[in-house]
């Protein structure tokens, strides 16, 4: 069973920055495309960035290119997200999720969840 937990979500200014943390327990976590999703009050989930197994591809959202950095460290089973810039838009609990293929150019097909790691960013 493969589970994934959060970890680095917190309360920071506006400008500030943030380091995500995604840990995962599978065997095969380098054959997992590895994403961070968001999702804010009211409002539904919704895809962030995305990485592929191995040699760092990655997509990201519009409203995260050139702020957010993804990352993974396989030999960790772990998966990160950078923020910096960030804005009071950028308040969400945010997810790490998983899917057993290499498709990170897809933000769709996650279907392994944890459990959320709240972000609040203050003016």
């Known amino acids: 069973q493969v589970q994934l937990v959060e970890s680095g979500g917190g309360l920071v200014e506006a400008g500030g920055s943030l380091r995500l943390s995604c840990a995962a327990s599978v065997r095969t976590f380098s054959r997992h495309t590895m994403g961070w999703f968001r999702q804010a009050p009211g409002k539904e989930r919704k895809f962030v960035a995305g990485?592929?197994?191995?040699?760092?591809?990655?997509l990201y959202a519009d409203s995260v290119k050139g702020r957010f950095t993804i990352s993974r460290d396989n030999a960790k089973n772990r998966v990160y997200l950078q923020m910096n810039s960030l804005t009071p838009e950028d308040t969400a609990v945010y997810y790490c999720?998983?899917?057993?293929?290499?498709?990170?150019?897809?933000?769709?097909?996650?279907?392994?969840w944890g459990q959320g790691t709240q972000v609040t960013v203050s003016s």
């Open positions: 999720a998983a899917k057993g293929d290499a498709s990170y150019y897809m933000p769709s097909g996650y279907n392994i």
């Open positions: 990485i592929g197994w191995s040699d760092g591809s990655s």
